[in-house]
């Protein structure tokens, strides 16, 4: 099993090209389907649910390879519609293959998508609007059998809650529905805006990706092709280096962010006493010797505060001047982290939804253990500002999102090391 080794304490330093977008780039990958053409995304990042995603491609008779940043995927050859146990239940955003499969075959069978480490994650929205659109879907012993015997027809889907995943796989599933698709409530996630921007340039009509009104109007498959499409920079992957940075008191400067997509985090930091500022080409933050602890941070859909950067603001501020307050109104089980940084000296308490975290003016390097990705990256983030050796156990979680980690923080300055 890997491990990252961190000796933290002083302070960072450094800049550094950000990752392409995990959230982005997987709805493309699934995209790929419905195009029947041959894409390639630039900027791909190397990640193992990005393996995953390519695994399912190939299992689906599309040919794929992945290399020096660009994926290139061939979906002329695609031929089945199943996607067995195994492959679904390495990444649980295998579930957007459903809406493209259905979108572009008409029909497909998998098993309920691999649980994660948040909690339950229901599909329930998924179902009901697919449903709406014409989907039979039956459960037979945790397997999903979808079949559209009439096809897929346009329909207003009101989504009860503005859903990443659901939102996306309705317009996979619309693009060449008969007639008229408009979701309402739709998520407005930059990642929804990307996806539909990619969609549009192989040929598909959606207006308002990115806004909570989606309009999709079908077109023919037929009319469908491959495209050239660099992947959106990774807004969470840069939120954790710009922690990173803050929590040791240091600088940085990350290059390809877009503070558009971070308002709501390099607000937070800014009210922690940083100085955080859009480069020509980035976000560039310098950190005070000791952060403020922020009084709230609450989680909520797009442009709210992400639930992904929770834990890795939460680390941020473990080591702080001061007390506040985290509310995860997103996932029910996203406190994992907090237990790790306790080990480091942090002085946390949760209790339900909430967590309250005193800020502590030191912390030491422990053995930890990653509990899930974001919160694997958290550990990576209060390590840098442990004074210490801190030993980061479980790295095939980070490895799910981040690029190399120890090379992106060992550019800021971090001495770490992947045994
Ligand atoms: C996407 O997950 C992201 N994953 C998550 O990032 C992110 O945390 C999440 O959106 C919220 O921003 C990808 O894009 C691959 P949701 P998704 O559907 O689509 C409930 C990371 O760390 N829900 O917006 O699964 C659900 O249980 C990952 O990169 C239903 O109840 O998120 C959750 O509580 C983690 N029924 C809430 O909605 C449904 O049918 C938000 O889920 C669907 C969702």
């Given amino acids: 099993m890997q491990l990252l080794k ?17 959230n982005s780039v997987l709805p493309l990958i699934s995209a790929c389907v419905l195009t029947g053409g041959i894409t390639r995304l630039t900027r791909c990042p190397e990640l193992s649910d990005v ?37 679904m239940r390495q990444m649980r955003s295998s579930i957007i293959f459903m809406g493209a499969l259905l979108g572009a075959v008409g029909e497909c069978v998998m098993s309920f998508p691999g649980g994660c480490e948040l909690g339950p994650r229901p599909i329930d929205m998924h179902i009901s609007a697919l449903r709406q659109l014409g989907a039979e879907i039956t459960d037979e012993h945790g397997r999903l059998i979808c079949r559209c015997p009439k096809g897929l027809h346009g329909c207003t889907v009101n989504l009860p809650f ?6 996306e796989n309705i317009m996979l599933a619309a693009v060449c529905a ?65 922690c990173a940075a803050a929590a040791s008191g240091g600088e940085a400067h990350i290059r390809g962010a877009r503070v558009c997509d971070l308002e709501a985090v390099t607000n937070v930091l800014r009210q922690s006493g940083c100085r955080v500022t859009a480069s020509g080409s980035g976000i560039y933050i310098c950190a005070p010797p000791l952060l403020r602890c922020v009084n709230t941070v609450r989680t909520c859909p797009y442009p709210g505060f992400p639930t992904d950067a929770q834990a890795i603001v939460m680390a941020a501020f473990a080591k702080s001047k001061g007390m506040g307050l985290f509310v995860e109104d997103i996932f029910e ?44 990256a958290a550990l990576c983030v209060a390590a840098c500002a442990a004074e210490g050796e801190t030993t980061v156990s479980n790295v095939c979680y980070i490895d799910r999102g981040y690029d190399s980690i120890e ?13």
């Fill in 333 to 376: 089980n996203r406190f994992r982290h907090v237990d790790e940084l306790v080990r480091m000296g942090a002085d946390i308490k949760t209790e339900g939804r909430v967590a309250v975290v005193r800020g502590v003016d030191r912390l030491t390097g422990a053995q930890v253990s990653a509990p899930d990705l974001r919160g694997g």
């Fill in 51 to 87: 393996y995953a995603a390519l695994r399912i491609l190939s299992s689906l008779g599309c040919k794929c390879r992945l290399s020096d940043g660009c994926a290139e995927i061939d979906a002329r050859t695609l031929s089945g519609c199943e996607i067995g146990d195994k492959l």
């Fill in 407 to 419: 090379k992106a923080l060992g550019a800021l300055g971090a001495k770490i090391r992947r045994v």
């Fill in 6 to 22: 961190i000796e933290g304490g002083d302070r960072l330093s450094g800049e550094l090209d950000l990752q392409g977008a995990k």
């Fill in 162 to 167: 503005p859903s990443v995943g659901a939102t």
């Fill in 178 to 242: 008969e007639g008229e698709t408009v979701i309402v409530n739709a998520a407005r996630e930059p990642e929804i805006a990307e996806l539909g921007r990619f969609l549009n340039f192989c040929g598909a009509r959606i207006k308002g990706a990115g806004c909570h009104r989606v309009v999709i109007e079908g077109v023919p498959r037929a009319e469908l092709h491959g495209c050239e499409f660099e992947v959106m920079p990774d807004r969470i992957a840069a939120a954790t280096y710009l």
